[in-house]
């Protein structure tokens, strides 16, 4: 039963990690995000495919994927396979990798805005990348963010959290709007009508672009000589072979990608148009040690391979969209107010009170009750090329058992409200 599996393990580790890890975790700013404390366990000691073990030996089907690197599934053998071979050869050199140039040829046949590539590890560091080519291009200072970008002193400053280190100064040349709200980023661009640097957002969130979005946008920093950016580290790959800009039909100056370019492996990348990289060449500074690292290109390799040779992308949206029609049913059928949002290779659980607001007992509760039978959940459903049909099924059943749940504790808190109004109108 898994409502009586032990986390003894991953707890008794986790107490000792205080005194060793700065901030308990890597992945995660807010400590173990959305995990339920004292239900999910701490720490991950393998996975195969859709399936992950903790270190207690429970067994979950997953949907966080390491956050989204996760693509093709754990342990995957072709992935596998490139890895140790290239392994068996060297890991580093201190000479460019013959595969830097393989990998960025492969990447140029699919990427609509890839004339050029330069590889980092993360997605932090490629947004970073492609910021300072944009001030360095345009001569200008101001740019204006979208919703999150990494932790590196221009994007953070913009954040309003965690503020420790950052220089007050930075501030002032960050702006933060949100997706869909183009009079948002007029307006920015208004009050610094001569000094625009940038414009970088995801081209897809939760939401899709409305009211031609992504176009009009791309037209404002034209006509304001700003650059714009997509960054694509959680939509390159798992949407299409050549990202959101390809599905979506709009080619930006420049993109950023990472998370499932080698399917766990660190490798991300920035590329663009060859006009704005070629004139920036001899005046930007970023060289790194491990940016041809061969272990992640040859993954890199090994994914881009299989994304072409497979239906990958189509099993991906097919299982997206399966989960968020019978999640969505299902919560319609109960009257519990759950729903399952999002383009279907990336969804996001919505909860919700009597009034509309966002309802986080609701979430814990039905969070808990999946995690006890077997569901790992982040706070983004990430469908995988190797989650089956048995593994929806069954997460479907879970999901059900925990929705009901849920609607104990929903007509509960709705009963003591309405009562409370009662009271009060007496």
């Known amino acids: 039963m898994q409502d009586e599996r032990s986390l003894k393990k991953s707890q008794t580790l986790f107490a000792d990690a205080g005194d060793c890890i700065y901030s308990l975790v890597q992945?995660?700013?807010?400590?173990?995000?959305?995990?339920?404390?004292?239900?999910?366990?701490?720490f991950i000691e393998s996975g195969k495919n859709a399936h992950i073990w903790d270190l207690d030996g429970n067994e979950y089907i997953d949907f966080d994927m390491g956050l989204g690197p996760i693509i093709l599934g754990y342990c995957y053998e072709a992935v596998d396979r490139a890895v140790a071979e290239?392994?068996?050869?060297?890991?580093?050199?201190?000479?460019?990798?013959?595969?830097?140039?393989?990998?960025?040829?492969?990447?140029?046949?699919?990427?609509?805005c890839a004339d050029k590539?330069?590889?980092?590890?993360?997605?932090?560091?490629?947004?970073?990348?492609?910021?300072?080519?944009?001030?360095?291009?345009?001569?200008?200072?101001?740019?204006?963010?979208?919703?999150?970008?990494?932790?590196?002193?221009?994007?953070?400053?913009?954040?309003?959290?965690?503020?420790?280190?950052?220089?007050?100064?930075?501030?002032q040349y960050t702006h933060r709007c949100d997706y869909n709200a183009l009079d948002q980023f007029v307006e920015i661009f208004e009050r610094y009508p001569d000094d625009?640097?940038?414009?970088?957002?995801?081209?897809?969130?939760?939401?899709?672009?409305?009211?031609?979005?992504?176009?009009?946008?791309?037209?404002?920093?034209?006509?304001?000589?700003?650059?714009?950016?997509?960054?694509?580290?959680v939509t390159g790959f798992r949407f299409d072979i050549g990202g959101a800009q390809k599905l979506l039909g709009v080619t930006p100056d420049l993109a950023v990608f990472g998370k499932g370019a080698a399917n766990g492996l660190p490798l991300s990348f920035v590329c663009g148009k060859k006009e704005i990289l070629d004139a920036v060449e001899k005046d930007v500074y970023f060289f790194t040690t491990f940016g041809g690292e061969r272990l992640s290109l040859s993954a890199g390799m090994a994914v881009l391979a299989e994304l072409e040779t497979k239906n990958v992308t189509r099993k991906i949206w097919d299982t997206g969209l399966e989960l968020r029609t019978n999640v969505n049913e299902m919560a319609q059928r109960l009257g519990v107010r759950i729903a399952l949002v999002g383009m279907a290779p990336r969804l996001m659980f919505s909860f919700w009170d009597r009034k509309g607001r966002f309802d986080n007992e609701l979430k814990n509760i039905f969070m808990q009750e999946?995690?006890?039978?077997?569901?790992?959940?982040?706070?983004?459903?990430?469908?995988?090329?190797?989650?089956?049909?048995?593994?929806?099924?069954?997460?479907?059943?879970?999901?059900?058992?925990?929705m009901k749940k849920c609607l104990s504790h929903q007509n509960a808190k709705d009963s003591a409200a309405a009562w409370l109004t009662f009271g009060r109108n007496l």
């Not at 890991?91 to 960025?104: I, K």
């Not at 990348?129 to 001569?139: F, N």
């Not at 200072?141 to 220089?167: N, P, S």
């Not at 706070?379 to 879970?398: G, M, R």
Request: glycine share 8%; with cysteine.
């Open 27 to 42: 992945l995660y700013d807010a400590g173990s995000g959305d995990h339920i404390s004292g239900f999910y366990p701490r």
């Open 86 to 112: 290239q392994l068996s050869r060297g890991m580093h050199f201190s000479l460019v990798s013959p595969q830097e140039v393989e990998y960025a040829q492969m990447l140029q046949k699919h990427i609509p």
């Open 117 to 171: 590539v330069r590889f980092f590890k993360t997605g932090s560091s490629a947004c970073e990348a492609a910021i300072r080519t944009a001030r360095a291009y345009t001569g200008k200072k101001h740019v204006i963010r979208g919703e999150f970008h990494g932790w590196h002193e221009w994007t953070v400053a913009a954040e309003g959290i965690r503020q420790g280190g950052i220089l007050p100064e930075v501030r």
């Open 196 to 233: 625009m640097a940038a414009v970088i957002i995801e081209p897809v969130i939760i939401e899709g672009p409305k009211d031609n979005f992504l176009r009009d946008l791309q037209d404002l920093c034209r006509s304001y000589g700003a650059v714009l950016v997509f960054d694509e580290v």
């Open 370 to 402: 999946c995690i006890k039978r077997g569901v790992f959940l982040g706070w983004t459903v990430f469908p995988c090329f190797t989650h089956t049909k048995e593994d929806i099924a069954a997460a479907l059943t879970v999901f059900e058992e925990a």
